[in-house]
């Protein structure tokens, strides 16, 4: 943006400059053709009296003739000592008296003529006149190297170009200062907000900016509020209807969980589902009116489809609560990784042993600052995927502990590591996308466990990784924590 400014302002100076910087080159060239007319009146008139200088030869005709400089021919001569020259030749062209480089075509006629002679570096401006003299008809001549014309051309470069492009450069240079200064508000206004992260939608100061953005700074603080709301509301609505889930899926899960161990225990394959209700009223022939029969392979599915859905609504549950804005407002605590992990073990135990898993752990004593309960929920999602996809008779281990990073000092880091059909490198990208299950995955599951703990770590400025077994298989969960 401002390098666009720098180039647009460099521009309009620029052109308006070389326009002035012509105007003044045609008007120094008019001056020194004004300056040049005098010089070319004044040489005019020193011709006659250098032709009356020259005097006949005193003692033989073919000696040359004596000069007698006039008094104006002397004290121009004496006044531009170095810069001027005459010569008087006869007119065959042949050089009689004066320098011999104040030289030109004899004149055809008696009228004056100028034209230029460089000599010694010097260009000189040439008057010649044909006429009469004391010592016969000769041409004699005047050279003048003060003429402003005709040191007009070298003093271009020194008088017109080289300002002009001194004052082109200090206004570069003046243009990238003064832009870069008047803008850096509002770069640092369009930096701030690129770097923002999407969750923080809080309003920028509009005090801090100067006047000419605050309607830019106030459009995006209304644009933030309408966009916090509608996420507000989202959030809201999300975990209202999950919480409101929970109580009754919790009440059917407990009742389909009472009537799958009554439907084991019971002799019969099927199982009707009045005894369990009770008190339901008796047809004539004895049998629950309205009863349903169902047999335990049904019951089977009705309680696996009710915890699935039990747990789906915790998940979405926890999944608000970690994209909350309340977070902000929570100060963060000291949690102790080794004592968090210690107590997954214990809660998810008896899965592991029911499946046939050997569940492990290796921890060391490390702590990280964040929430407790959501780094809990993070472990636990990472632990819960680990077995139900790892088959009967695997290894899942969970980790914590310090560990040196590539660059910089060691890093607080946890793991949980299982020998199972891992993810494909192809698929790592998408299984962070919340309900995204790889196809093909065997096992019952809702796409939201990775969803969750990527989302936790992000909350913590953590990095969670994917990442192969040491074996060559099975999945690396590493969720490696800031400084």
């Not at 005709?61 to 006044?79: M, N």
């Not at 939608?201 to 916090?228: C, G, K, Q, T």
């Not at 008779?393 to 060691?410: F, H, K, L, Y």
Request: glycine residues 8%; charged residues 20%.
């Amino acid at each position: 943006m401002t390098s666009d400014l720098r180039n647009r302002l460099l521009i309009l100076l620029v052109l308006p400059l070389c326009a002035l910087a012509l105007v003044g080159v045609w008007l120094d060239y008019r001056s020194a053709d004004e300056a040049a007319g005098r010089h070319d009146q004044r040489l005019l008139r020193l011709l006659p009296a250098l032709a009356d200088s020259v005097l006949a030869p005193s003692i033989r005709d073919h000696e040359p003739p004596l000069l007698l400089l006039a008094p104006p021919v002397e004290d121009f001569l004496r006044q531009n000592t170095g810069f001027a020259g005459y010569s008087v030749r006869d007119i065959s062209g042949r050089l009689l008296l004066g320098d011999d480089w104040v030289h030109s075509a004899v004149p055809t006629t008696h009228a004056p003529e100028f034209h230029s002679v460089e000599f010694g570096g010097v260009t000189y401006r040439v008057a010649v006149q044909r006429g009469r003299t004391g010592a016969g008809e000769l041409v004699v001549a005047l050279a003048d190297g003060s003429d402003p014309r005709q040191q007009w051309a070298q003093q271009l470069l020194l008088r017109v170009l080289l300002p002009n492009l001194v004052l082109v450069a200090a206004a570069a240079l003046a243009i990238h200062w003064a832009v870069g200064r008047a803008f850096k508000p509002l770069v640092d206004l369009a930096e701030a907000v690129e770097h923002r992260s999407p969750r923080d939608l809080s309003p920028i100061d509009e005090a801090s900016s100067p006047a000419e953005v605050r309607p830019l700074v106030h459009s995006l603080n209304r644009l933030f509020a309408l966009v916090n709301a509608q996420a507000e509301g989202q959030r809201r609505f999300v975990a209202d209807v999950a919480h409101q889930l929970r109580t009754p899926l919790a009440g059917l899960q407990a009742q389909v969980e009472a009537w799958a161990m009554m439907a084991k225990a019971a002799a019969p394959p099927r199982v009707s589902l009045s005894n369990f209700e009770g008190k339901l009223p008796l047809a004539h022939d004895g049998q629950a009116k309205g009863a349903i029969v169902l047999g335990v392979d049904q019951i089977e599915k009705l309680r696996n489809a009710t915890r699935r859905t039990s747990q789906l609504a915790h998940q979405l549950l926890a999944l608000s609560r970690a994209d909350a804005r309340s977070l902000d407002a929570q100060p963060p605590q000291r949690v102790d990784l080794k004592d968090l992990c210690e107590t997954l073990l214990e809660t998810f135990l008896d899965p592991a042993t029911g499946k046939g898993l050997d569940l492990g752990l290796e921890v060391q004593p490390v702590h990280v600052t964040g929430h407790g309960w959501l780094l809990r929920e993070l472990l636990s999602n990472l632990v819960d995927n680990a077995i139900k996809y790892t088959p009967a008779g695997g290894i899942v281990t969970i980790r914590c502990g310090m560990r040196q990073g590539r660059a910089g000092p060691p890093r607080v880091f946890i793991e949980v590591e299982d020998d199972g059909p891992g993810v494909p490198d192809a698929e790592r990208g998408r299984v962070m996308q919340r309900f995204y299950r790889v196809p093909g995955t065997v096992g019952e599951g809702t796409g939201l466990g990775l969803a969750i703990a990527d989302e936790i770590a992000r909350v913590h400025r953590a990095a969670l990784t994917l990442g192969t077994g040491p074996l060559g298989h099975g999945l690396l969960v590493t969720v490696v924590f800031p400084l």
